[in-house]
């Protein structure tokens, strides 16, 4: 069974930076793509950005091109999303995931992702 635990969550300032990590255990995950998304209360869970398994092609939203960057480190089967210039806008529970196809992600099939985590809070103060 795969487990996905985030860390690095917290309450900074606009314009600080967060590095939230996801660390995978169960099985190796370099066949899969990775994928963070975020929740507020009362909102849908919503696409941030994606990893593809191969060649490391990257997806971000629109509202965090240039300031967030997604990346993996498969020797120790675990994603990273680099957050920097954080506005109070990107306030957010953050959940990283992992599924086999990055279609998935493409498509935004949120529904279709294999694996979740249990989410790491951002708190962005203006």
């Known amino acids: 069974q795969v487990q996905l635990v985030e860390s690095g969550g917290g309450a900074v300032q606009a314009g600080e930076s967060l590095r939230l990590s996801c660390a995978a255990s169960?099985?190796?995950?370099?066949?899969?793509?990775w994928g963070w998304f975020r929740q507020t209360p009362g909102k849908e869970r919503e696409f941030v950005a994606a990893i593809s398994d191969r060649d490391s092609l990257t997806r971000y939203a629109d509202s965090v091109k240039g300031r967030f960057a997604v990346s993996r480190d498969n020797t120790k089967n675990t994603a990273y999303l680099q957050m920097n210039s954080l506005e109070s806008g990107d306030t957010a529970k953050y959940y990283c995931?992992?599924?086999?196809?990055?279609?998935?992600?493409?498509?935004?099939?949120?529904?279709?992702?294999?694996?979740w985590g249990q989410g790491t809070q951002v708190t962005v103060a203006s």
């Open positions: 995931s992992a599924d086999l196809n990055y279609r998935t992600y493409v498509r935004g099939d949120t529904y279709r992702v294999q694996y």
């Open positions: 169960g099985r190796p995950l370099n066949a899969y793509s």
